[in-house]
């Protein structure tokens, strides 16, 4: 028996969405497959190489052998200095859009602006703190330069998160605190600041995440190839984390025999991002808590 | 008093944060300063090793040529003054290292005191001769015409093909293969990353219920933190000889690898930026199209799609951004030779990745590295549109959203 044409349409209607919802959800979990290969990939291969010696030792044998001690402490000293630059202008900037600014050209001109700053390549910050820092300023190559460059490419992050914490705080919070008789100040450093306070952590937590990855704009400001020492002052050079895997992986002395090692880099490199999102998590957990109990 | 003194504070304080606030615009500026000056450098030079010069003989009517035709010519690609607007078929090439095949030691001299005679001898009874040699031989009494390079200008710097910028007698700077690579290689990723960003943008935002939802995201979101060198780490061990073997190719090192790892790169901006877009269609659009009878994906591709167009458009060009601007992943995967790519089982080179490879060596203040801030001009200026499409596309989805 022929079924009415409504019922055909509609099966076939149903067939169209079962086809279109399965095949979408298998395409998402098939980049979540990639994303899990190639983690596990880094991570297997990489633990196999970890030891306490190679996170504590200087590299030896043409970097083949030892361990990467000299380029973890850099990439520390490069991710401490462009925070410290960083994070107390973003977070000022931050304050200003969103709480000072009034809605008009400027405001509209300092977002586009930052926002233009965050596509900024990486290596155009690269090309810039060579140029500014390191030539005209003459810093050198040396961490100062390096953590310049860095917190240039870390600063419209860290607005951002800045602006996104602050909007999202209630406006009653202020007109209350304003009309109490506080100042503008007052209100923003008893009143907003404190609620935004988790979130701007999460913020700066997670642009340490990418700092401490950026290759390109250290390239020329602060990486040094191979140097076995601990840096003495800020217009040293260093050794940096993710600058390491790119000189071993491509051009070391000998590449076969130093892969290893750069399994190796490339997991402390990938735990140190994992580490920043799990800690971000925690925290924005722990004060969001913390908080609203108050 | 007191409240005088708070009010003054207050001023300082807003001053201070303002201050602040514009100084991202500052360092957008001085970017654009310094990229431009240490650029515009490049042009209206001649690309000459210095202290040379080219002469030829003087019955000869060119009296200039362009770098590339003059590096055509001593690769005699160039074999004959008819095709550069002179007289006479086959062109003589001299380098001053060949004149031992003209003239006896003797004649030269031991301390080669008459060398200078004996080149300008040479180009004056040779009529289709084109000779390079140091600038210190052509002197008052020289016979030949010595003829100039032309100059780099910012058209012959974009549509030359040649990038050979350490190339003696005459470096070429031409930065068209590497602009045509950068957008192979980009525009490849998105071919790549759009559809499955969508699709999963489309399964998160619609489709998947809240539990698989919170355990995905994350995820995706990890994706994006992954630093580049590692993306480029791993397309370099496992991608690189994977293409090596499946197409039976010499190296793995090309642009289609160069476009797998940056799309896998693209992947979460895309994801991200439309998945936002879609959640913004309004529920009661939603409910008013399933209400008439349309089943769920009906709504999702007449609806939710088309209402969130600009937004998805929008993630899809900040990827191309993201790509275009890559530079260890690509510096790491694809082989980076300057070559016009036919296919993408060629090796490409990309414009951020010449930047990082040669910036290192090339010497302060010289062409080169002027050049090499050109190419970061060059990016500047395509990644500063990018931004500011975005930028307005999304202002408009704003200003539409109020309706």
């Known amino acids: 028996m022929k079924q009415p044409d409504h019922i055909q349409v509609r099966k076939r209607k149903q067939r169209s969405q079962a086809f279109a919802f399965v095949s979408f959800g298998v395409i998402s979990f098939a980049i979540v497959a990639i994303l899990i290969v190639i983690l596990s990939f880094i991570l297997y291969n990489g633990f196999r190489v970890i030891s306490w010696d190679f996170i504590t030792k200087m590299p030896e044998d043409g970097m083949t052998k030892g361990g990467i001690y000299p380029a973890i402490i850099g990439t520390l000293y490069l991710v401490a200095g462009s925070m410290l630059f960083a994070f107390p202008i973003g977070v000022m900037s931050g304050i200003y859009i969103n709480e000072y600014a009034k809605d008009g050209f400027l405001k509209r001109f300092i977002q586009m602006m930052t926002n233009n700053l965050a596509g900024v390549p990486s290596i155009v910050f690269g090309l810039f703190g060579m140029s500014l820092f390191v030539n005209k300023l003459k810093f050198g190559d040396s961490i100062l330069a390096g953590s310049l460059t860095l917190g240039l490419l870390a600063l419209p992050v860290v607005i951002r998160t800045t602006e996104e914490a602050l909007k999202a705080i209630d406006n009653s919070f202020r007109i209350g605190s304003l009309a109490l008789g506080a100042s503008k100040w007052q209100t923003t450093r008893r009143v907003v600041m404190p609620m935004a306070f988790p979130n701007v952590v999460t913020g700066l937590i997670l642009s340490i995440g990418r700092v401490s990855g950026e290759t390109a704009p250290i390239l020329f400001t602060v990486a040094a190839y191979f140097l076995p020492k601990l840096p003495h002052s800020i217009f040293d050079k260093v050794m940096a984390l993710p600058y390491h895997l790119y000189v071993i992986s491509t051009s070391g002395t000998n590449i076969e025999a130093s892969r290893g090692m750069a399994y190796g880099t490339a997991l402390v490199l990938i735990m140190l991002v994992l580490i920043a999102n799990l800690l971000a998590n925690a925290l924005r957990r722990y004060l969001g808590k913390k908080v609203k109990m108050n | ?403």
């Open chain 2, 1 to 403: 008093m007191g409240k005088r003194l708070t009010k003054f504070t207050e001023r300082v304080i807003e001053s201070t944060l303002m201050v602040s606030g514009t100084f991202t615009s500052v360092i957008v500026l001085l970017i654009i300063l310094f990229l431009f000056s240490e650029g515009a450098g490049l042009f209206n030079q001649t690309p000459m090793e210095k202290g040379y010069v080219v002469a030829v003989n003087t019955a000869n009517p060119v009296s200039t040529l362009s770098p590339a035709e003059f590096k055509n010519v001593y690769d005699a690609k160039i074999k004959t003054w008819k095709s550069l607007g002179g007289t006479g078929d086959s062109i003589k090439v001299f380098r001053v290292d060949d004149i031992a095949g003209y003239y006896t030691e003797e004649q030269i001299g031991s301390n080669f005191e008459h060398l200078g005679a004996c080149i300008s001898e040479l180009v004056a009874k040779t009529p289709n001769i084109i000779a390079f040699f140091p600038r210190e031989y052509a002197d008052k009494d020289f016979k030949g015409k010595v003829i100039s390079l032309k100059k780099i200008t910012i058209g012959s710097f974009i549509s030359d093909r040649e990038w050979f910028p350490t190339a003696q007698p005459v470096a070429q700077f031409g930065v068209l293969s590497l602009i045509l690579g950068t957008l192979w290689v980009s525009l490849a990723a998105i071919l790549f990353a759009l559809p499955l960003g969508l699709a999963t943008a489309i399964y998160l935002a619609e489709i998947a219920d809240s539990r698989v939802r919170n355990i995905l995201k994350p995820l995706i979101e990890l994706l994006a933190g992954i630093p580049s060198v590692v993306y480029g780490f791993f397309g370099l061990i496992v991608i690189v000889p994977l293409i090596k073997n499946i197409f039976h190719l010499d190296v793995g090192e090309t642009a289609l690898a160069g476009s797998i790892v940056l799309g896998i790169m693209a992947l979460p901006t895309i994801i991200t930026v439309s998945e936002d877009a879609l959640r913004n269609t309004p529920r009661a659009m939603k409910e008013a199209s399933l209400a008439l009878g349309a089943t769920k994906w009906q709504t999702i591709y007449k609806v939710s799609i088309p209402y969130s167009a600009s937004g998805i458009t929008a993630g899809a060009i900040l990827g191309i951004g993201r790509a275009i601007g890559e530079t260890m992943a690509v510096l790491m995967c694809t082989g980076n030779s300057a070559i016009i790519p036919h296919s993408l089982l060629q090796p490409v080179r990309t414009i951020p990745a010449t930047i990082a490879a040669e910036l290192g060596e090339a010497a302060q203040g010289g062409l080169h590295y002027k050049a090499l801030f050109a190419l970061g001009c060059i990016l500047f200026i395509i990644t500063f549109v990018i931004n500011l499409t975005v930028e307005f596309i999304s202002s408009k989805r704003r200003g539409g959203s109020h309706q």
